[in-house]
C-alpha cells in the first residue's frame, strides 16, 4: 500500500494562484495513474483531475478545465496539481489518490490509495 500526504492547501484571493503537492511514501508510484479530487461542504466528493502513469495522457473535469495542471514527478514520487484563476467555488478539500491502473481514470472505485487531504480556501 501507498501512503500519499498533500501539502500546498491554503486561504487564497479569487484569481490567485496555488500549487498542491501530493507525496508518497512506502512504494513508487511511477506504475500508476494519480488523480486528485475535492469535496466541499455538504457535496460528495468529485474527480478534479488525473494523469497516467508517465504523464503523457491527462484529464480534467470540466469545471477546472483550462485553470488547473496536474503534473508528476516519478523521480521524487510526487504528484503536482497548480490551480490558477482560482474561484469561490474552488474551495474544498483536496484528495490526492493513486490508482488502479496505469492508465487514466476518473471513477473513485478506480483508485485505491487517498491521501487525508488538504483545505484550500477561495474568498470573493
Known amino acids: 500500500q501507498v501512503q500519499l500526504v498533500e501539502s500546498g492547501g491554503r486561504w487564497v484571493q479569487a484569481g490567485g494562484s496555488l500549487r498542491l503537492s501530493c507525496a508518497a511514501s512506502?512504494?513508487?508510484?511511477?506504475?500508476?495513474?494519480m488523480g486528485w479530487f475535492r469535496q466541499a461542504p455538504g457535496n460528495e466528493r468529485e474527480f478534479v483531475a488525473a494523469i497516467s502513469w508517465r504523464g503523457g495522457s491527462t484529464n480534467y473535469a470540466d469545471a477546472v478545465k483550462g485553470r488547473f495542471t496536474i503534473s508528476r514527478d516519478n523521480a521524487k514520487n510526487t504528484v503536482y496539481l497548480q490551480m490558477n484563476s482560482l474561484k469561490p467555488e474552488d474551495t474544498a478539500v483536496y484528495y490526492c489518490?493513486?490508482?488502479?491502473?496505469?492508465?487514466?481514470?476518473?471513477?473513485?472505485?478506480?483508485?485505491?490509495?487517498w491521501g487525508q487531504g488538504t483545505q484550500v480556501t477561495v474568498s470573493s
Open positions: 489518490a493513486a490508482a488502479r491502473y496505469a492508465t487514466v481514470v476518473a471513477d473513485e472505485g478506480d483508485f485505491h490509495s
Open positions: 512506502g512504494r513508487t508510484i511511477s506504475s500508476y495513474a
